[in-house]
């Protein structure tokens, strides 16, 4: 089988999370997705955070308690220092920056409309991405106005997501997507084989340890994200040999 590992924030265990640093060191081990966060600011730019504050990902005074994100404008968010040094980094930045795919989370339902805007003048990163989220009905409505770039519903657990009408299936349905992703709680093989059934990929998260690897090869997953994407690489290879030696 061959596993796609993405850097989760770009290679967030040795570059701080979604700067350009991260993303290119990403880049240079050789991931085969990108894992970010956008966001909308007040003057209706497209950002890249994961929280909605900039409070954790401090560099200095300058990015503490300045309240919600999504509150303050674009030059107000590079104008302060985050852990990387500088202020966030636009959308526009990070695809100028980058060549590799992305999966680019959908952290805020207000954004939708903005990132339509933007990959019809950018097709050519439109072609590179995959909208993911926690937020169905944030993905039911990219489906309708972004209907080109595939989509992937995340979900802490399995369990999580036959809580929606129609279980699973149904969430699949309503966001049109092409992936799910979810934690290994309640994964089995015939439930893996269900949703490859269904013309699924299936990624699981976090990948945290070799057990970890382990189980996303015995479930035969397609996918799965790592904060150190090179000791994922590692591991992913490690266990291939394990089993070609078993």
Sequence with gaps: MSLLIVGHRG???????????????????????IELDVRLSKDHQLFLLHDPTLDRTAGDDSARGLGPAAELTLAELQGAVL?????????????????????LEVKDPATVPFLADFFAERPADAARTILTGFNADALHHAAEVMAQI??????????????????????????????LACGFAGLDLPLVQA????????????????????????LGVDGTTSDDPAQAQQWYRQSLAEEGGA
Excluded at 11 to 32: R, T
Excluded at 161 to 170: I, L, N, S, T
Aim: hydrophobic share 40%; net charge negative; proline share 3%.
């Design 11 to 33: 290679a967030m265990a040795h570059q701080p999370e979604n700067s350009l640093e991260s993303y290119a060191l990403a880049e240079e081990i050789g991931v085969d997705e």
């Design 150 to 179: 595939p989509r992937c519903i995340i979900v802490k657990t399995i369990a999580d997501a036959e809580k929606f009408d129609g279980g699973w299936q149904g969430l699949v349905d309503h966001t049109g997507s092409t992936r």
């Design 83 to 103: 852990d990387s040094g500088r202020g966030v980094v636009s959308l526009a930045e990070m695809y100028g920056a980058t060549s590799t795919a992305i999966q």
């Design 195 to 218: 949703i490859h059934d269904r013309g699924l990929e299936l990624h699981v998260w976090p990948l945290r340890t070799l057990e970890d690897m382990r189980a996303a090869i015995r």
